[in-house]
């Protein structure tokens, strides 16, 4: 059965400083990979997909299958990144949506 | 025009009692899911639906019923509430093989 983990309930980092989400998954086909956020109070959104590899909000992240992971990446991290980020996984043509713990970001000023 | 809403946004009842949350999308995507997610802001799936076959069932209690009239509503309905079903429940929905699209939960709260 496929898994996310997400190893840090919580990250700290102050403004300015690079930022690393860390994320792993275990899937024996080949799955999607997706990046959720949801800031205080608010509903979850869609912040990236790893088959559309495009940058939003700055962050980034790349799919490693050799280390099965999809790490989300900021060079210089802003207050308002301060939210809950979730990874999740799509196998099976979607049938089969996992999400992870979720990490918590606090970007201090 | 929110794509996924559900109501009421936010449930205050006590222990014992029967309650029912709505959900519709207006995106003519074809499966539709409800999660739970507690104070640790774990996500849980509950139910997920798709062409009005329930296609997962995470052992949740069979207290929790969803309810879909059709493509573009799934409710939930708990009867015999209880203390840890306090959370907050979000609706979600997707076409196949693509982003789920949540709406803004619904905060329930058993006193």
């Known amino acids: 059965a496929q898994r996310v983990t997400q190893p840090e309930k919580l990250l700290s980092v102050f403004k300015g400083a690079p930022v690393e989400l860390k994320c792993n998954y275990s899937?024996?086909?080949?799955?999607?990979l997706f990046w959720y956020v949801q800031y205080s109070r608010q509903r979850l959104q869609l912040l990236l997909r790893h088959i559309s590899r495009e940058s939003i909000k700055g962050f980034t992240a790349d799919l490693n299958k050799g280390e099965t992971s999809f790490h989300l990446k900021k060079p210089f991290a802003q207050e308002e990144d301060s939210a809950m980020y979730y990874c999740?996984?799509?196998?099976?043509?979607?049938?089969?949506?996992?999400f992870g713990p979720g990490t918590r970001l606090s970007v201090l000023p | 025009d929110t794509a996924v809403s559900q109501t009421p946004k936010y449930l205050v009842t006590q222990m014992g009692n029967d309650k029912s949350i709505k959900c519709e999308q207006n995106l003519g995507h074809d499966t539709m899911y409800w999660y739970k997610q507690d104070s640790k802001k774990f996500l849980k799936i509950m139910f997920s639906y798709n062409n009005k076959e329930l296609i997962i069932n995470e052992t949740v209690p069979n207290r929790f019923s969803p309810k879909s009239p059709d493509k573009a509503h799934l409710n939930l309905h708990i009867n015999s509430l209880e203390l840890g079903d306090s959370a907050v429940y979000f609706c979600a929905s997707s076409l196949e093989g693509q982003p789920q699209h949540f709406g803004d939960g619904t905060r329930l709260s058993i006193l």
């Open positions: 899937y024996s086909g080949s799955p999607e």
């Open positions: 999740a996984l799509s196998a099976l043509r979607g049938q089969n949506f996992v």
